[in-house]
Nanobody, 115 residues
């Protein structure tokens, strides 16, 4: 079955960095678009970044210049490098993909940025 497993979250001070990973299984990873979303307490889940099968990326304006999405098809893994973190980046971060017309989400990883 399809599984997306995130890791790399944690507690960091403002201005710090974290790298999130999302390992995928049960899919042909190189053939799917991957995305990172986040959900802060009391807010709707929002799109953070996407990466296509060809490696083209798109980042939300709120993270542009600070976050970078990338992928390693040999490892079936997508990454989110987060630099210059701000308290408003505090959220649960999820990876997502669509495989055979079904949306799959990971379980999420908590990122907390202290001021």
């Amino acid at each position: 079955q399809v599984q997306l497993v995130e890791s790399g979250g944690g507690l960091v001070q403002a201005g710090g960095s974290l790298r999130l990973s999302c390992a995928a299984s049960g899919i042909i990873f190189r053939s799917v678009i991957m995305a990172w979303y986040r959900q802060a307490p009391g807010k709707q889940r929002e799109l953070v970044a996407t990466i296509t099968t060809g490696g083209s990326t798109n980042h939300a304006d709120s993270v542009k210049g600070r976050f970078t999405i990338s992928r390693d098809n040999a490892k079936n893994t997508v990454y989110l490098q987060m630099n210059s973190l701000k308290p408003e980046d505090t959220a649960v971060y999820y990876c997502r993909t669509i495989w055979r017309s079904t949306i799959y989400w990971g379980q999420g990883t908590q990122v907390t940025v202290s001021s």
